[in-house]
């Protein structure tokens, strides 16, 4: 593989549409020349510091032309990007960078001298450590780097370390290859089909892939344009929709929540012309939002399954075929199956709807496996087959339908939260003497994170002292919002502690 596919793609587009208007944010516009200035600019300046094909660095910044520019530019050196969610606290990002070993991290200073402050310990343990000043709208000369500076690259070699929730406490790094980039990439546009002439509006999260391969690299390949939101809020989404006629809304289900009962607030004549797409994914969809979602924007709801470790590809529902209730058919090189009691099925031997089991995956997007933790790889890999922990089942003609989960992953607004992470926060209060996180139904944000706290003999602890200590080391999306104080937690006869009945 000569380049990084990612910034192949932009290259191409760079050449096809030099002056088409590729980011807009505020009140600028950016064409592809602008950016890949931008980008060969910042090529130079981290080669200047030293790093090299193969290091890992990360990025810590919000939705931002910042952000495009940085990742284009450490994949233009072949450099695997570690993206870091600006949501999360010190103490979580700490993790992340000394786990990656990380030899650097981008971010700006306002970002490292504001509500999230670092430690001397993590401003010390980075070899590293760039602040990105890049004035977009400077005008000086560039001396243009030349293309694909990380020449060469090996297809399994790392170009994403992406970190996930985990069941252990500690999210883990799920590393992607160019080659599962490259098939992403390469798969989407087989079913999400997007024209030069379409603008996306880029609200989710650049840190996550749904936003970064889905939105920034399809936007890449079509040639087309993103309006850039920093985080979303309904009513600017709706006047940035309207104002900049875009085209294509890829979202999360609480989003596309957000965005109706907005509209809903204009009156019940209220729309959204430009549009003619919508996606969602990250997150279950509830059958009633997604017929309201066709019904009031009139235009088709794509909906998907995928995972971070299936490099952000599996299944989607077509256009033209969509099943409701179904997340899809798989994508063509991928492989899916269920497995039930030890027994694999595929959609040719699973006709009935009870036959539920384990989602298992297999493909070119299967990840290389979690960064320096092969135990943990070894759980969710097996014989080439991605173990998802997800429940569902599959019809006669290779639809999957979703049903549960089998870990107890809480999905908060198309956000990824486990439990035991939570739970060894609440542990170090001295006065807590056990502790159980759950997830239970929220009707906007599809779950909401509930603590369940025995205290010990004696002690006495306020919800308000437990939440203002969680929200010190936890990111805001993971904070427990219901807190139950308990004389015991339900048991089973092995001790195991019986979540189902604290829902």
């Not at 593989?1 to 050449?15: E, G, H, N, W």
């Not at 992406?162 to 390469?186: D, E, H, M, R, W």
Request: charge should be negative; glycine fraction near 8%; proline fraction near 4%.
């Amino acid at each position: 593989m000569k380049q990084s596919p990612l910034i192949q793609l932009f290259f191409d587009a760079c050449r096809e549409h030099p002056q088409k208007t590729f980011l807009v944010f505020g009140s600028h516009n950016y064409s592809y020349s602008d950016i890949q200035h931008k980008v060969s600019h910042l090529s130079e300046k981290l080669a200047r510091q030293g790093l090299r094909k193969g290091d890992r660095v990360a990025i810590y910044l919000f939705n931002s032309p910042e952000f495009v520019v940085s990742f284009l530019a450490l994949n233009n050196l072949g450099i695997t990007v570690v993206p870091v969610n600006p949501l999360l606290k010190e103490e979580e990002i700490e993790h992340i960078l000394h786990d990656s070993q990380a030899r650097a991290l981008i971010t700006q200073r306002e970002m490292r001298n504001g509500e999230t402050k670092f430690s001397k310990n993590l401003k010390t343990s980075l070899e590293l450590s760039l602040d990105l000043m890049l004035e977009l709208n400077e005008n000086q000369a560039y001396s243009v780097a030349p293309e694909s500076l990380g020449q060469d690259l090996d297809s399994a070699s790392a170009a994403l370390i992406v970190y996930t929730s985990g069941t252990t406490g500690k999210p883990k790094g799920a590393v992607l290859s160019y080659g599962n980039v490259a098939f992403t990439i390469q798969s989407y546009p087989l079913r999400f089909c997007l024209n030069q002439d379409d603008i996306l509006l880029g609200v989710l999260p650049l840190c996550h892939l749904y936003g970064l391969l889905v939105v920034l690299a399809g936007a890449m390949k079509a040639g087309c344009g993103i309006v850039l939101m920093k985080q979303f809020d309904a009513a600017a989404a709706l006047l940035l929709i309207r104002s900049e006629a875009v085209s294509v809304l890829p979202a999360v289900p609480t989003m596309h929540q957000f965005i109706l009962m907005e509209l809903d607030k204009e009156g019940k004549d209220s729309c959204l012309d430009s549009l003619r797409l919508c996606t969602t994914g990250g997150a279950a969809m509830p059958k009633d939002l997604l017929v309201s979602l066709k019904e009031r924007l009139k235009v088709p709801v794509l909906e998907g399954y995928a995972l971070t470790e299936t490099t952000v590809i599996a299944t989607l529902n077509p256009e033209d075929d969509a099943r409701l209730g179904s997340v899809g058919s798989v994508f063509p090189g991928i492989e899916i199956a269920i497995e039930k009691d030890g027994i694999r099925f595929n959609s040719s031997s699973v006709l009935e709807r009870t036959e539920v089991g384990e989602i298992l995956l297999k493909g070119a997007c299967i990840m290389k496996g979690y960064f320096n933790n092969a135990a943990a790889t070894a759980e969710v890999i097996k014989d080439g087959w991605f173990y998802t922990g997800d429940l569902g089942y599959l019809d006669a003609e290779g639809y999957l339908y979703i049903v549960g989960r089998s870990k107890e992953l809480i999905v908060r607004g198309g956000m990824n939260i486990y439990p035991r992470e939570i739970e060894e926060v609440l542990l170090r209060l001295p006065a807590v003497a056990e502790c159980a996180v759950v997830g239970v139904p929220d009707r906007y944000m599809g779950e909401r994170v509930k603590a369940c706290i025995v205290l010990r003999s004696g002690a006495s602890l306020s919800e308000d002292e437990i939440k203002s200590f969680c929200k010190a080391h936890l990111a805001d999306y993971k904070m427990p919002r219901t807190i139950e104080f308990l004389e015991r937690l339900p048991r089973n006869s092995t001790g195991k502690v019986l979540k189902r009945l604290l829902c």
